[in-house]
């Protein structure tokens, strides 16, 4: 995957605005020529035409229109991320209050919220997991600055909340050595299989049960867990198969006793930010909200 090159932005964004390269070259103390082969460089990485001579002056494209207002809104939240972390007493860290929905496994909340942690020293996680109400609760009022969930809010509280799609992924089933012989004639395997499952109010399990029945699967229920930390746990030591976002399949297997004996992308599992807000501010929810989407899942 080929990254974007923010100085080549920068300099589009520069001459967008003055009008002109001449013009960007004093603003960015830079020659003309520089800023030449610098827009042309863009141009080749995003393979579109962004400005349009007429006469004079150079005139955005419908392309370059759209990359404009990227730019305007990167380059806004830029200064605002300074402006956020000039703005704190000395020694004093940014904080960002997560709320973690407790059937999310905790390889995926990590792999979300890693890009904050990245995105500057100065950063404090809290992070609170719980049901989805009191999850809310807390959102509502302002006790938490985003809440991490497998499905968009529709529960009742006093603030209306937004949903934000960070990306989804299909399941993949994961079962200790004891129980590995089930990879053969998957998913037929999973009849009368012992299974673990998160509990009925998960998004997830409602998705497994039909699943199930589409398939004509009647597998043994070995357990219901609230907790995908517990579910983990007894999926390890052999009590049964257990379902995973696929998207830490590679991290399950590496990482913990257990194989994939099988996977279906007609199980969708979806991982929201839900804010208070329409459009995401807090400068840490926003490289989590990037990195899910450009990095994690593909949405």
């Not at 995105?119 to 999850?135: D, M, T, V, Y």
């Not at 590995?180 to 049960?209: I, N, W």
Request: aromatic share 8%; charged share 20%; glycine share 6%.
């Amino acid at each position: 995957m080929s990254w974007l090159n923010y100085h080549h932005l920068l300099y589009f964004w520069t001459v967008a605005r003055a009008g002109s390269i001449a013009k960007a070259g004093e603003e960015l103390h830079l020659a003309q020529p520089t800023i030449s082969s610098q827009l042309k460089l863009l141009e080749e990485s995003l393979g579109h035409k962004l400005f349009e001579r007429q006469g004079r002056k150079l005139v955005l494209t419908d392309v370059g229109r759209t990359v404009m207002r990227y730019a305007d809104e990167i380059f806004r939240l830029g200064n605002e991320l300074k402006n956020v972390v000039a703005g704190l007493p000395p020694g004093q860290q940014l904080r960002l209050n997560v709320g973690i929905l407790d059937v999310i496994p905790k390889l995926v909340a990590e792999q979300l919220l890693k890009p904050a942690l990245e995105a500057g020293p100065s950063l404090r996680i809290i992070c609170r997991e719980g049901p989805l109400p009191q999850l809310l609760a807390s959102l509502a009022l302002h006790e938490l600055d985003v809440v991490l969930a497998d499905a968009p809010s529709s529960e009742p509280v006093s603030v209306r909340s937004f949903n934000h799609l960070l990306g989804k992924c299909g399941v993949s089933f994961f079962a200790a050595d004891s129980l590995r012989h089930l990879k053969k004639d998957f998913p037929r395997s999973l009849d009368g299989a012992p299974m673990l499952l998160p509990s009925d109010e998960s998004s997830v399990r409602r998705s497994l049960d039909l699943w199930f029945e589409r398939q004509g699967l009647r597998p043994l229920i070995a357990g219901d867990f609230d907790d995908s930390a517990l579910l983990q746990a007894f999926g390890q030591s052999g009590h049964g198969v257990f379902a995973m976002p696929s998207v830490i399949e590679a991290q399950m297997e590496r990482e913990y006793n257990c194989s994939v004996i099988g996977r279906t992308d007609e199980i969708e599992t979806c991982f929201y930010a839900i804010t208070v807000e329409r459009r995401l501010r807090h400068p840490a929810v926003v490289a989590i909200a990037e990195a899910a989407r450009s990095q994690i899942f593909s949405v």
